[in-house]
């Protein structure tokens, strides 16, 4: 596959970024764009920024070859700023320096003692959510592919949409994340259709109150950025 990262190959950190970021309630940072030494320098500030306005911020690993080519800056970023962590079980293991050996699970734990939530994917074998070094199993949710481009991102929304609506239950967020991938593979693109994701929100009634993980705190209305 083929990367183009477009303008996000020469943003600059100005005062228009600063201040989208500084409304922001959740600041994604694509972890793609540690390709890009100007764009790592933007992203330190864009996150700094983010901590100063109180976001949480989120880092997806994106590439196993990417980790291996950078494997400090992302530590940088994840090490000091991340407050969720997506990756799949490869890109886990590459971050934690594990071999093939390793279980995702053990990357999960091992990677939630530096990230309050980390999210780890692993295909149809499902998925786990780790939270101060323990880690809850997600089981896949059933469906017969059509196209897996996209998965992880559609399963990375689940997670977003559930800390934004400040659920509480980590297994029915996990559950949620599923079913949104299941949704998304089951189909020809990557675009989660407009009906499918209303009924996906509406098939789910979440406790809105306490939290099982400091990331659900204090995040009030549904606005995320993303670098």
């Not at 800390?163 to 998304?184: C, H, W």
């Not at 509406?202 to 009030?220: H, K, M, T």
Request: include cysteine; charged fraction near 20%; aromatic fraction near 8%.
């Amino acid at each position: 596959m083929l990367a183009y990262q477009g303008t996000s190959s020469t943003i600059n950190y100005d005062s228009c970024l600063a201040g989208i970021v500084s409304k922001t309630n959740i600041f994604v940072v694509e972890g793609y764009l540690f390709e890009l030494p100007d764009t790592i320098k933007t992203i330190i500030r864009a996150c700094e920024e983010a901590c100063r306005s109180g976001a949480l911020i989120a880092v997806t690993a994106s590439d196993v070859s990417c980790i291996e080519r950078h494997y400090d800056d992302y530590w940088e970023i994840v090490g000091n700023y991340a407050d969720i962590l997506f990756a799949n079980s490869d890109e886990a293991r590459a971050l934690c320096h594990f071999s093939s050996k390793e279980s995702p699970i053990s990357a999960t734990r091992y990677l939630s003692h530096f990230v309050p939530l980390v999210s780890v994917t692993d295909g149809p074998k499902g998925s786990y959510i780790g939270v101060k070094g323990e880690a809850v199993y997600i089981p896949p949710s059933p469906c017969v592919p059509v196209d897996t481009c996209g998965a992880g991102d559609a399963y990375a929304s689940g997670i977003l949409y559930g800390i934004l609506r400040g659920v509480s239950d980590l297994k029915g967020m996990g559950t949620l994340a599923a079913r949104i991938a299941a949704t998304v593979v089951r189909q020809q693109g990557t675009r989660l259709r407009v009906q499918d994701a209303v009924d996906l929100a509406e098939s789910f009634a979440f406790n809105l109150e306490g939290s099982s993980s400091s990331v659900s705190s204090d995040v009030g209305s549904d606005h995320i950025s993303s670098l």
